[in-house]
């Protein structure tokens, strides 16, 4: 096979077609702090109107000036929320979890969405060191889950009451589709496919114990598991699991990891948000 270096024309047509989505990106940006900067004005103009009102309504009677009010302060909310919104998606990073299905899992799964619980925030939730992006609430059951939207699409962060900060795309789908509410969130165990893509090659069991004990977990079970990875002392099932367990500081439950396998086979590594499918990975989630 012959390979030909770029010619002059078509480095030229590279460049082109990098300086316009560099255009575009750019235009992007600022079409957003635009917008951004006017949701805020609307903002101020509407405080401005609100904190005149009641003089201007005095004369008025008492039902028609609670009606104005409630309205107004309906508006004003409105407002305040699009202000967030527009700031928060000023700050979208390549860096970002990308949910496609986010809002169709969100109410597919029974997530409520309390609006009016960021205005009760105090300060600290908009200060220097809080999280990018437009900060949403929602709850179900026994559950609070803190989002940070990007885009639409997209998250900067995200913390869910019983588990803490959520860092990656498939921990916040597992938080979001978990069914049992309000108890331990958790991704049932499933054996991987033979021709799964994306087998783990470089977790032994030896490399994996070792990595858990540096992290602090303690092993606290080891016995055979029945054919859906439930642990069971009754069952002649020949894959056996081991359960690691480590007690995080300011949290509600431990995190727990299972391996399961053969003693002279590659194990598979599970914890509540589903399978850790590399050594790289299992590290990830014990630094937490």
């Given at each position: 096979m012959t390979i030909t270096s770029a010619t002059p024309h078509d480095r030229d047509r590279l460049q082109a077609d990098l300086d316009t989505a560099n255009a575009l990106a750019h235009g992007r940006a600022e079409a957003l702090e635009d917008l951004s900067a006017a949701a805020h004005h609307l903002r101020s103009t509407l405080l401005a109107a609100v904190d005149d009102l009641p003089t201007l309504?005095?004369?008025?009677?008492?039902?028609?000036?609670?009606?104005?009010?409630?309205?107004?302060?309906?508006?004003?909310?409105?407002?305040?929320d699009l202000a967030r919104r527009a700031d928060g998606y000023t700050h979208l990073d390549a860096r970002d979890m990308t949910y496609l299905d986010i809002g169709y899992d969100l109410g597919r799964y029974g997530w409520a969405e309390?609006?009016?619980?960021?205005?009760?925030?105090?300060?600290?939730?908009?200060?220097?060191?809080?999280?990018?992006?437009?900060?949403?609430?929602?709850?179900?059951?026994?559950?609070?889950?803190?989002?940070?939207?990007?885009?639409?699409?997209?998250?900067?962060?995200?913390?869910?009451?019983?588990?803490?900060?959520?860092?990656?795309?498939?921990?916040v789908k597992a938080a979001i589709t978990a069914r049992d509410i309000p108890g331990p969130l958790a991704v049932p165990f499933q054996w991987p496919r033979r021709k799964d893509a994306a087998a783990t090659d470089d977790l032994d069991w030896q490399q994996a114990t070792a990595v858990l004990r540096n992290y602090g977990f303690t092993l606290t079970d080891d016995q055979p598991c029945d054919s859906h990875g439930v642990p069971s002392s009754d069952s002649d099932n020949p894959v056996r699991v081991q359960t690691w367990t480590k007690h995080q500081h300011g949290r509600p439950a431990p995190l727990r990891i299972r391996l399961y396998g053969i003693a002279d086979e590659q194990p598979v590594a599970w914890y509540w948000a589903g399978r850790i499918r590399c050594l790289q990975q299992l590290a990830r989630v014990c630094t937490r």
């Open positions: 309504l005095t004369a008025a009677p008492p039902a028609t000036a609670n009606a104005t009010l409630t309205a107004l302060t309906g508006t004003l909310a409105t407002a305040q309390q609006p009016g619980a960021v205005a009760d925030l105090d300060g600290a939730a908009y200060g220097p060191d809080a999280p990018r992006g437009w900060l949403r609430i929602f709850s179900r059951g026994g559950h609070v889950l803190h989002l940070w939207f990007t885009s639409p699409l997209s998250l900067a962060a995200a913390t869910l009451s019983s588990r803490g900060p959520l860092h990656e795309t498939f921990e």
